[in-house]
C-alpha cells in the first residue's frame, strides 16, 4: 500500500512526519517521531480522519483523532492528534517498564 502524502511538523521540540493513506473520512496516516539529537525515527502509531461529535456549532466538521472510532468534540489539526498519540504511546512506555 502506497500513500498519498506526506505531511511534516517541526516546532517546540517535536519532529513529527505523517504518512496519510487514503482519502476522505477513510483517511489514516502512520505517524513517525524523532526524539531531540536522534538521527532515526521511532514509530508511534495511527491517527484516523473522523469528523466531530455532533454538538454546538462544530457539528460533522473534519478532524483528526488519534483513537480509531471515537469522535472529538472540537477540531483537531493532525500535528495535533499526532502529539496525543505521542502522550498515549509515552505513558504505554512508562507502563510496560
Known amino acids: 500500500m502506497s500513500y498519498n502524502r506526506i505531511m511534516k511538523h517541526q516546532k517546540n521540540g517535536f519532529d513529527i512526519i505523517a504518512k496519510v493513506f487514503g482519502a476522505g473520512e477513510n483517511a489514516f496516516a502512520h505517524i513517525l ?28 466538521t473534519a478532524t483528526w483523532h488519534h483513537r480509531h472510532a471515537e469522535s472529538p468534540i472540537q477540531k483537531t489539526t493532525w500535528h495535533d492528534a499526532a502529539k ?5 504511546w509515552r505513558k504505554n512506555a512508562q507502563a510496560t517498564v
Do not use: H, N
Not at 531531540?36 to 457539528?59: D, Q, V
Not at 496525543?84 to 498515549?88: F, G, I, P, R
Open 33 to 60: 517521531y524523532r526524539p531531540y539529537g536522534e538521527e532515526k525515527y521511532i514509530y508511534l502509531g495511527k491517527i484516523y480522519k473522523t469528523t466531530t461529535a455532533a454538538c454546538g456549532t462544530t457539528r460533522d
Open 84 to 88: 496525543k498519540l505521542y502522550t498515549d
